[in-house]
């Protein structure tokens, strides 16, 4: 497996933000009540993440290690604000949807994470990459728990994606006289969701090294000669 | 054993170290926070037109434009702040003429017992003391299930909840009667979410009650005026 390969699989799946670290639940539990919320949030997390990888990968010769956590956190807080102004002003339509999502990004300590572990110590397109990986794998987990809170608590999907695309609805899944389920929406239902999310991961996790047991297992008892990995 | 000299060499070099990393960090600051001043300035411009256009845009909502031929933006006034709107802050309020005779008020108000605090409503209201239409502008409300109040976000768009207050007035609802019908009132609300509906339409009927006994006063005062309370009744 190749270098970026590996940064690739780490952001989607490994090392996943969400399922792997449990990093940056602020804004993940607040935000993920709907799909079109929390795919607004996650886009808006790509931009920020990669943005601040790069410029911190750029930057990290000149970077003191005493004082890397406050340079860091200066360098992310204007990146964020610095791109919360430029949405306002040049993508104002993108901004009056994702702009309150913004701000938030600062509390998202997945950005320093990243910045800290990865960017500070490895080159610019790595970097970078890391950034859209760790992003794009934080998208599709609140993604999804969005659209399942989204359904079990008003037994919508994609409800609001108007504001996006005016040409698209919400699709009504249950009957329109679900009377809902509020604690699906309220921050208590995310970590219900969350915990299953894990469990999910680590089912399949737990699955897949045990293949991989019985598989070396496999191979020794047809070579026993062959020294064991 | 460590010669004095040595000692005064290696304080001379934590103190040189410090003293870079300081000046460092002050350079990243200066640095960045010129970068962030620089931005605000060059979109400072755009975001204020951009917000200028969503006030008209909510103004036109509650208003339509064809009702009057003054500048509504030229004829406004400044409202100090008013208990009874629910404002803590002094607000703008516009005056809607049509041949010089007063057609309607648009105003700024809000409501604090939303179900997560304050809920910001703007409302147009007209000569006759009818609410032509009123619009949340900002709210907390539970989505999905207290945010129906928002047009946006009302799932029913062919009739969403805040259009029911359309052209109504003390005299088709008698005071006693502008609540949610769980309060015995005539207006509707979504079983499970009456707070959300109660705040807003109890604030609209102090806003109507108000506007109606002010609305002499706040159309006699000239353009740009300041509106302060004559006097708070008992």
């Given at each position: 497996m190749n270098a970026y390969k590996e940064i690739a699989w780490n952001g989607l799946w490994k090392q996943n933000s969400i399922l792997?670290?449990?990093?940056?639940?602020?804004?993940?539990?607040?935000?993920?009540?709907?799909?079109?919320?929390?795919?607004?949030?996650?886009?808006?997390?790509?931009?920020?993440?990669?943005?601040?990888n790069f410029a911190i990968s750029a930057l990290r010769a000149l970077i003191p290690y005493e004082i890397r956590i406050p340079v860091f956190i200066l360098i992310i807080a204007a990146l964020v604000t610095m791109v919360d102004l430029a949405f306002?002003?040049?993508l104002h339509?993108?901004?009056?949807?994702?702009?309150?999502?913004?701000?938030?990004?600062?509390?998202?300590?997945?950005?320093?994470?990243?910045v800290e572990a990865f960017a500070a110590k490895n080159g610019l397109r790595a970097s970078t990459l890391d950034g859209l990986m760790m992003g794009i794998g934080?998208?599709?987990?609140?993604?999804?728990?969005?659209?399942v809170r989204e359904f079990v608590?008003?037994?919508?999907?994609?409800?609001?994606?108007?504001?996006i695309f005016p040409t698209l609805s919400g699709i009504q899944i249950l009957p329109a006289d679900y009377?809902?389920?509020l604690i699906a929406m309220l921050p208590p239902g995310a970590f219900f969701v969350l915990g299953l999310l894990i469990a999910g991961r680590n089912w399949l996790e737990a699955r897949a090294n045990q293949r991989l047991r019985e598989q070396r297992i496999h191979h020794q008892a047809d070579h026993p000669t062959s020294v064991p990995a | 054993m460590t010669e004095p000299i040595e000692i005064a060499r290696r304080e001379s070099s934590a103190l040189r170290i410090?003293?870079?990393?300081?000046?460092?960090?002050?350079a990243f600051t200066l640095v960045f926070t010129a970068l962030m001043a620089g931005t605000y300035r060059a979109t400072a411009p755009l975001v204020a037109a951009s917000a200028l256009a969503e006030k008209l845009r909510l103004i036109g909502e509650v208003l339509p434009p064809s009702l009057y031929d003054n500048d509504l933006m030229a004829d406004a006034i400044t409202l100090a702040p008013q208990k009874a709107l629910g404002l803590d802050d002094q607000t703008r309020a516009w005056r809607a003429r049509k041949n010089g005779k007063p057609v309607a008020l648009v105003l700024e108000a809000a409501a604090l017992d939303g179900y997560s605090g304050r809920i910001s409503l703007i409302l147009a209201i007209d000569a006759e003391g009818r609410l032509l239409a009123q619009r949340v502008t900002a709210h907390k409300e539970t989505p999905g299930l207290g945010d129906y109040i928002d047009p946006k976000k009302d799932r029913n768009k062919a009739r969403p909840w805040i259009t029911q207050f359309s052209n109504l007035g003390f005299d088709s609802v008698p005071r006693e009667k502008w609540r949610v019908k769980k309060d015995g009132g005539r207006f509707d609300q979504m079983s499970g979410a009456t707070i959300s509906a109660r705040a807003v339409t109890n604030a609209s009927g102090r806003a109507l009650t108000w506007a109606v006994e002010h609305h002499d006063n706040l159309f006699a005062l000239p353009a740009n005026g300041r509106y302060e309370e004559p006097r708070s009744k008992p």
């Amino acid at each position: 497996m190749n270098a970026y390969k590996e940064i690739a699989w780490n952001g989607l799946w490994k090392q996943n933000s969400i399922l792997a670290q449990l990093l940056g639940l602020c804004p993940l539990l607040a935000i993920s009540t709907n799909f079109v919320n929390a795919v607004s949030l996650g886009l808006a997390t790509i931009v920020v993440m990669m943005l601040a990888n790069f410029a911190i990968s750029a930057l990290r010769a000149l970077i003191p290690y005493e004082i890397r956590i406050p340079v860091f956190i200066l360098i992310i807080a204007a990146l964020v604000t610095m791109v919360d102004l430029a949405f306002n002003a040049f993508l104002h339509d993108l901004y009056l949807v994702l702009g309150i999502f913004i701000p938030l990004i600062v509390t998202n300590c997945i950005v320093l994470a990243r910045v800290e572990a990865f960017a500070a110590k490895n080159g610019l397109r790595a970097s970078t990459l890391d950034g859209l990986m760790m992003g794009i794998g934080f998208v599709w987990v609140i993604a999804l728990l969005g659209a399942v809170r989204e359904f079990v608590g008003q037994g919508t999907l994609f409800s609001g994606i108007e504001m996006i695309f005016p040409t698209l609805s919400g699709i009504q899944i249950l009957p329109a006289d679900y009377p809902g389920f509020l604690i699906a929406m309220l921050p208590p239902g995310a970590f219900f969701v969350l915990g299953l999310l894990i469990a999910g991961r680590n089912w399949l996790e737990a699955r897949a090294n045990q293949r991989l047991r019985e598989q070396r297992i496999h191979h020794q008892a047809d070579h026993p000669t062959s020294v064991p990995a | 054993m460590t010669e004095p000299i040595e000692i005064a060499r290696r304080e001379s070099s934590a103190l040189r170290i410090s003293v870079r990393t300081a000046a460092i960090l002050l350079a990243f600051t200066l640095v960045f926070t010129a970068l962030m001043a620089g931005t605000y300035r060059a979109t400072a411009p755009l975001v204020a037109a951009s917000a200028l256009a969503e006030k008209l845009r909510l103004i036109g909502e509650v208003l339509p434009p064809s009702l009057y031929d003054n500048d509504l933006m030229a004829d406004a006034i400044t409202l100090a702040p008013q208990k009874a709107l629910g404002l803590d802050d002094q607000t703008r309020a516009w005056r809607a003429r049509k041949n010089g005779k007063p057609v309607a008020l648009v105003l700024e108000a809000a409501a604090l017992d939303g179900y997560s605090g304050r809920i910001s409503l703007i409302l147009a209201i007209d000569a006759e003391g009818r609410l032509l239409a009123q619009r949340v502008t900002a709210h907390k409300e539970t989505p999905g299930l207290g945010d129906y109040i928002d047009p946006k976000k009302d799932r029913n768009k062919a009739r969403p909840w805040i259009t029911q207050f359309s052209n109504l007035g003390f005299d088709s609802v008698p005071r006693e009667k502008w609540r949610v019908k769980k309060d015995g009132g005539r207006f509707d609300q979504m079983s499970g979410a009456t707070i959300s509906a109660r705040a807003v339409t109890n604030a609209s009927g102090r806003a109507l009650t108000w506007a109606v006994e002010h609305h002499d006063n706040l159309f006699a005062l000239p353009a740009n005026g300041r509106y302060e309370e004559p006097r708070s009744k008992p």
